[in-house]
């Protein structure tokens, strides 16, 4: 399988309702709540596209979109 890099973060606001659950499975520590408690990628180049945060988002307001990288 081919390393993966992102390429953006694409989130909601409307949906997202801050629940910060997102924010705590991410194992790169790449998301924060802004002050408005709305999800953003604080630190987008360590993400490592694991996309944890998009399939425990239970309002599915988060979709990481990544692309191949050459290795």
């Known amino acids: 399988m081919a390393k993966q890099k992102l ?6 606001r409307a949906w997202c309702k801050g ?3 997102c924010v705590h ?4 520590q790449v998301l924060a709540l802004d002050k408005h408690n709305i999800a953003y990628p604080a630190n ?3 993400c ?4 944890m945060c998009e399939y425990r988002c ?10 191949e990288q050459s290795p």
């Open 7 to 12: 390429k953006a973060h694409h989130i909601d």
């Open 19 to 21: 629940c910060s659950i």
């Open 25 to 28: 499975f991410c194992p790169t």
């Open 44 to 46: 987008p180049d360590a």
């Open 48 to 51: 490592i596209c694991c996309r």
């Open 58 to 67: 239970p309002d599915l307001a988060i979709e990481v979109e990544c692309q």
